[in-house]
């Protein structure tokens, strides 16, 4: 385990979370839990670090998902735009989710929902799905 915690040092664990995290917010897969998991449980001393790190690279990977619903064009139809246009920003609460949080994400941005509002509201869901977790492994 020593051999393990010293190739996996915090700085470089931090870095993997954040780019994890990231990655796993777009359209591509990943497990960004797993990976916050494996983190706190070499570096339990970076919970908060971890924490925070991990909702900021999952909130700008969302953010990267909204910026591509952005550039769609007006005229391309997009299944379930309604629920979102109804229950607008506050709906990104949920772009944690698994399938539907990417589809959440992009239908906001296709929307032209306020962006900042948007990032917070991602940013609010995320970090309780992650403090669930990092909670879990403590």
């Not at 339990?44 to 550039?71: K, R, V």
């Not at 906001?108 to 990092?134: D, E, H, I, S, T």
Request: charged share 10%.
């Amino acid at each position: 385990m020593e051999t393990l915690n010293g190739l996996l040092g915090s700085d470089l664990s931090l870095w993997g979370l954040f780019l994890s995290s990231l990655l796993g917010a777009t359209l591509l897969p990943g497990g960004s839990e797993l990976v916050l998991a494996g983190v706190l449980h070499l570096h339990p001393e970076l919970f908060w670090p971890a924490l925070l790190l991990g909702t900021l690279g999952n909130t700008l990977g969302g953010m990267i998902s909204f910026g591509m619903g952005w550039m769609l064009p007006m005229t391309q139809q997009l299944k379930h735009v309604k629920k979102v246009r109804n229950y607008g920003t506050p709906a990104l609460l949920f772009a944690w989710a698994p399938l539907v949080g990417d589809a959440l994400c992009v239908a906001a941005g296709w929307l032209r929902l306020n962006p900042l509002q948007a990032a917070l509201f991602m940013a609010f869901g995320k970090f309780a799905r992650y403090a669930l977790v990092a909670v879990a492994v403590q």
